[in-house]
Each structure stands twice: as C-alpha cells, then as structure tokens.
C-alpha cells in the first residue's frame, strides 16, 4: 500500500518528533493496511465531510516510544493519504482541530 502524509496536518507533528519520523510512518502505513485487510472494524468517520469524494476514516494507534497518536485519514484502492496526525487523544478536541487543519 502506498501512503501518503498531508503536510497540512501532518508537518506540526513531524516537527515536534523530527527523529522519529520514519519509524511513525512506518508503523502507520503497517496499521492501515492491517485495518484494510480486516475489514475496518477499528475505525470510525472522523468527519461528515468528504475529502476528494472520499469518507475520512480516524483512529487511535500507539507508536511506541513516541505515544499514543490519533489518525484521520482516506483509502481508495491502494492509496492511503493521512491528513491530520496528533497527539490529541479527545475524540471532540482531536474533531475540532481536523476541522481546522481541513479548512486551511
């Protein structure tokens, strides 16, 4: 599967934690393909809002040493594209700020 990160929503992160950017993707891309494969059933709509007529799927995901993170992000095929990474666990916090990020 191919992935792809939306600087948007992804590059405060990957400045916070520059070291360990390889290694969130990495386990990233391997937690959307497993979730591919079996079918979704750890994921939810992050929003109502579709992105390039695609649902926006969200979950949470432990990284190791970096933390638990959360996730939004679309699938089509065999293209994953993660459009908002962050620390921010809160289901209506971590809403408000893909809202934001998906505005600008």
């Given at each position: 599967?191919?992935l792809?990160?939306?600087?948007n929503?992804?590059?405060?992160?990957?400045k916070?934690?520059?070291?360990?950017?390889?290694?969130?993707?990495?386990?990233?891309?391997q937690?959307?393909?497993?979730?591919?494969?079996?079918?979704?059933?750890?994921?939810?709509?992050?929003?109502?809002?579709?992105i390039?007529?695609?649902?926006?799927?969200e979950?949470?995901?432990?990284?190791?040493n970096?933390?638990?993170v959360?996730?939004?992000?679309?699938?089509?095929?065999?293209?994953?594209t993660?459009y908002y990474?962050?620390?921010t666990?809160?289901?209506?916090?971590?809403s408000?700020?893909?809202?934001?990020?998906l505005?600008?």
């Open positions: 599967m191919e792809d990160f939306d600087k929503g992804c590059k405060a992160f990957f916070k934690h520059p070291n360990t950017q390889k290694i969130a993707q990495k386990k990233i891309t937690a959307i393909e497993k979730e591919v494969e079996t079918g979704m059933s750890k994921v939810k709509l992050a929003t109502r809002q579709k390039n007529e695609l649902p926006c799927y979950m949470r995901l432990n990284l190791g970096i933390g638990s959360r996730i939004a992000f679309t699938v089509h095929h065999q293209q994953a993660v990474l962050t620390t666990l809160q289901k209506s916090e971590f408000k700020e893909l809202e934001k990020s505005k600008s």
